[in-house]
């Protein structure tokens, strides 16, 4: 019998200390007690889920945050040995381990390749020291290099590094050393996002005050680094990631192909048996409804009725949580797909969907076609890179953008989550 294959995400809330601009959820100043405690519940949500996969090879994993690697090392090594436990991870999986180069060593890097992480993805950001110090990273760009050529030694073939543009004092020749000094370190993957000022992080507080550059800027670092890392060796196979040949990320084209994952810790996503839920941004609630006491299968509520231990957790933890219907997976494919630049196949639509693409959308898209935002090959739409820039205003006219926006928001952009 053939299994279906999964995603797996695992969310790690920890940081030694948050960036100014960041508005994924983590949280820095936790002890290892708080970090002991945290793996211990992942390693229960495990648990409950493995009977629900069993049906599944997971052939990819991702461990994300905040920031995996302030976990202790025995504690990342204990949470790794739970995936392969309660999991059939395929012998071939794609095993990802995001890294801050602070917080990593030799040694850690060795362990962590050991227990069965083989990609790496390491937040540089930027090779120049004033704008690392602007966005309050934690590291030099002589931690990063050290870190990068610890992982070499440590056996890691297959690394990923961040980098940002549009961040406050970058100009078009800082931003070009960052991708000169990248390139030359030969990585196999780089993700390049814009800044995004989230509500609510210190950037927010003090946009006024923020010296960034300006909109053109910005759109030419874009246009200028993808002409560049092209001629690298780099194919830009997605918005924000460029990748050598046959090093895509796995686990993001799962994302983008509408694929199933389970993300699993407080604030993963997931979309899983024909699901979109998600669980609650609040570590101490989810380290709470893990460690109840559910001896004997169940327990009491305060009005004497009894609920299963999946009931109370699932009431405890999950924040969102619906079936997507037929008619919104289309726009999901749609928006998600086109995030690729392969992206969407005619053929492969009305194989998926029973539907025609080109009688759906194609008089839409022969707009943007004309001016150059996308192109058409007979059978592919895709865009081009002046259209990825702008590709949400675009997706906003062709699809009902408000219903599915948020999806874009939860595993887009920031970190590879």
């Not at 990819?60 to 204990?78: D, W």
Request: hydrophobic share 35%; proline share 3%.
């Amino acid at each position: 019998m053939n299994k279906k294959s999964l995603g797996l995400y695992i969310h790690i809330p920890f940081c030694q200390a948050k960036c100014a601009y960041c508005d994924f959820y983590s949280m820095s100043g936790s002890g290892d007690e708080d970090m002991a405690r945290y793996v211990d519940a992942l390693l229960l949500q495990m648990e409950d889920y493995a009977g629900a996969v069993k049906p599944y090879t997971v052939d990819s994993v991702f461990i994300g945050g905040g920031t995996p690697t302030v976990l202790p090392v025995k504690c990342m090594t204990t949470l790794i040995d739970g995936i392969y436990r309660c999991f059939d991870v395929s012998k071939r999986a794609e095993f990802t381990l995001e890294a801050n180069p602070a917080t990593v060593s030799l040694h850690s890097l060795q362990k962590y390749r050991r227990a069965g992480v083989n990609r790496l993805s390491m937040g540089l950001q930027s090779a120049n020291e004033d704008e690392l110090r602007a966005l309050s990273r934690i590291h030099t760009k002589a931690n990063f290099e050290a870190s990068y050529m610890a992982a070499r030694k440590a056996g890691f073939e297959n690394i990923n590094v961040d980098i940002m543009y549009g961040i406050p004092l970058q100009t078009a020749e800082s931003f070009n050393r960052t991708l000169d000094y990248l390139t030359a370190l030969e990585p196999e993957h780089i993700s390049m996002y814009g800044l995004r000022i989230e509500e609510g992080t210190p950037f927010a507080l003090s946009r006024d005050t923020l010296i960034l550059p300006d909109e053109d800027t910005e759109a030419d670092m874009y246009f200028d680094a993808i002409r560049y890392l092209n001629a690298k060796g780099f194919r830009h196979y997605e918005i924000s990631n460029f990748a050598r040949p046959g090093c895509e990320c796995r686990h993001n084209l799962k994302y983008w192909n509408c694929d199933e994952y389970l993300g699993l810790g407080c604030a993963a996503h997931s979309y899983f048996g024909g699901m979109r839920f998600s669980f609650k941004r609040n570590m101490g609630m989810y380290i709470d409804a893990m460690e109840a006491d559910i001896t004997g299968g169940g327990m009491l509520t305060d009005d004497g009725t009894s609920i299963d231990y999946e009931q109370f957790r699932a009431a405890a933890l999950v924040d969102e949580l619906y079936e997507v219907a037929p008619s919104e997976r289309v726009g999901e494919y749609i928006m998600l797909r086109l995030r690729l630049t392969d992206g969407i196949s005619s053929e492969q639509f009305r194989q998926r969907f029973g539907l025609n693409f080109d009688a759906l959308y194609g008089r839409k898209l022969k707009l943007y076609i004309d001016n150059g935002f996308m192109t058409f090959d007979g059978d592919s739409y895709a865009f081009t890179p002046k259209g990825m820039y702008v590709s949400n205003y675009i997706l906003s006219n062709i699809l009902d953008f408000d219903e599915n926006s948020h999806i874009i928001g939860t595993i887009a952009d920031g970190s590879e989550q």
